[in-house]
């Protein structure tokens, strides 16, 4: 059974939003074998920090986001 996802910041579906940092919150303990289990699309032109600690994930964007554009975020399964 994978984590589930319990809380996001900003929020699933936010829109109209600039964050420096996404956080993830899981019910469950979480450990990143790769940076690479953390997708997201569209690419960001520089790579952003990724760290997990206990039931989290922090994402820090380096970039400014595009405006109208929808960012995705996907974790491989197997690589958390």
Known sequence: KSPSLVKASPDNGSTAVHPADIRLQFDEFVQLLNTDAVIIS??????PSIKAKYKSIRIEIKDSLMANTTYSIRLAL???
């Not at 569209?42 to 790579?47: H, I």
């Open 78 to 80: 197997g690589k958390i």
């Open 42 to 47: 569209p690419p960001l032109a520089n790579s």
